[in-house]
């Protein structure tokens, strides 16, 4: 007997568990893909460890690089698979509840306000130790940090406009500028990384020996690299959204990922423009 017929035979409704048709199956309730996200978040934390070690020549940079690489991997595609089979495939065989649209909007302001706090006890840490004094710090403030800051919050305008577009039920404007979000978003990530190569590999900006400097640039890595990874969270979010719209969900009256996404989006905008403030700008004002 299957995990279906049991389910029929309990409670008499011929209605299977939600997990049943998820992969792998014979697992009931239970999913893998929660669990494979899980993995490849504290995988990300370790490939961190990794670096210190590998700057230190503890360990080699293979395996930084492997531990990093599969890490991401391994959330992304758990992620995907997460969101695909709670609201993806299933999408238009749901009927419509406003007080289920409401729990996942609310649902979305707690996970921001939780996002608040930790971006929040960086910063308290930043704010802490600059009181010491940092000594001679680099100067961070550039062309590619301000026109990184300028497609961020251009890209913060698109996705605004575009869930405006499909309230109004214009969809093809809404694919455009939702499509125009996705990739200002991944020019951003982009511009990041190459950021992180100037500054480690040209500029020398590491955690050097000098405890000052160490101090400013584990806070600054540490402050940055989270909010690289909510953006690329976001990135993950937007393409999937995307997606959905070319496969022709969403209408005027069915949003609520669109707009969760958009509020997520606007967050990791607010949060890059207080960074440069506080860490690109504050470095040039020790």
């Keep these: 007997m299957t995990v279906a017929e049991e389910s029929s035979d309990d409670h008499g409704h011929g209605h299977h568990l939600p997990a049943v048709e998820d992969w792998p199956k014979g697992f009931g309730e239970a999913s893998w893909w929660p669990f494979i996200t899980a993995i490849g978040g504290g995988g990300i934390y370790l490939a961190a460890a990794l670096a210190l070690l590998a700057q230190r020549g503890t360990v080699g940079y293979t395996a930084f ?98 869930h405006i577009a499909l309230l109004k039920g214009n969809r093809s404007r809404f694919l455009g500028l939702l499509g125009a979000t996705l990739a200002l978003g991944t020019i ?13 590999v040209k500029d020398g900006f590491t955690l050097g020996a000098d405890a000052f400097s160490q101090t400013f640039a584990s806070g600054f890595y540490a402050l940055t690299g989270l909010h690289g990874l909510h953006v690329t969270l976001g990135a993950v979010l937007i393409g999937i959204v995307f997606v959905r719209g070319l496969r022709g969900q969403y209408s005027a009256e069915r949003h609520v990922s669109v707009s969760t996404v958009s509020m997520y989006w606007h967050f990791v905008d607010a949060v890059w423009i207080f960074l440069v403030v506080v860490l690109y700008v504050g470095a040039g004002a020790h």
């Design 65 to 162: 690089a492997a531990v990093a690489i599969g890490s991401v991997g391994a959330f992304v595609f758990g992620l995907f698979g997460w969101l695909y089979h709670t609201f993806v495939s299933t999408f238009w065989e749901r009927s419509k509840n406003h007080k289920d649209e409401q729990k996942l909007t609310w649902g979305m302001v707690a996970f921001l306000g939780s996002e608040v706090a930790t971006f929040s006890a960086g910063f308290i840490y930043y704010f802490f130790v600059r009181t010491e004094g940092f000594g001679e710090l680099p100067h961070l403030v550039g062309s590619l940090v301000l026109v990184n800051t300028l497609l961020l919050v251009l890209s913060s305008v698109t996705i605004h406009f575009a």
């Design 188 to 200: 951003f990530i982009g511009g990041q990384i190459y950021e992180y190569y100037k500054f480690i």
